[in-house]
Nanobody, 127 residues
Framework: QVQLVESGGGLVQAGGSLRLSCAAS????????MGWFRQAPGKERELVAA????????YYSDSVKGRVTISRNVAMNTVFLQMDRLEPEDTALYYC????????????????????WGQGTQVTVSS
């Protein structure tokens, strides 16, 4: 199991930007599919973005498409989530996750398709 630690969350005004980071250890980072989830109070955990282990394929939810970019740095064992033009609806606890089955991730976009999770980093967008 890989260990994941998120950072980069904070309080921003609507229209602002944040870059979240997820540092991985305890595994071979380049072999894992990586995803970013978010969960707001009273709502289900939602897959925001994912990147295939090969780094050549990405996924974005419709709610963030065009405003979010997922990327990775293999040498740093780190995956990033660049978020621009943030909206109050983006307010949530954001989690980094690692999974083994890209096909399942693309087919269902569910949290159960991921095996390892970080503790989460809070993103709050004010109006």
């Amino acid at each position: 199991q890989v260990q994941l630690v998120e950072s980069g969350g904070g309080l921003v005004q609507a229209g602002g930007s944040l870059r979240l980071s997820c540092a991985a250890s305890g595994g071979t980072f380049s072999t894992y599919n990586m995803g970013w989830f978010r969960q707001a109070p009273g709502k289900e955990r939602e897959l925001v973005a994912a990147i295939r282990w090969s780094g050549d394929t990405t996924y974005y939810s419709d709610s963030v498409k065009g405003r979010v970019t997922i990327s990775r740095n293999v040498a740093m064992n780190t995956v990033f989530l660049q978020m621009d033009r943030l909206e109050p609806e983006d307010t949530a606890l954001y989690y980094c996750a690692a999974g083994s089955n890209w096909s399942a991730i693309r087919r269902t976009s569910m949290a159960r398709d991921f095996d390892s999770w970080g503790q989460g980093t809070q993103v709050t967008v004010s109006s």
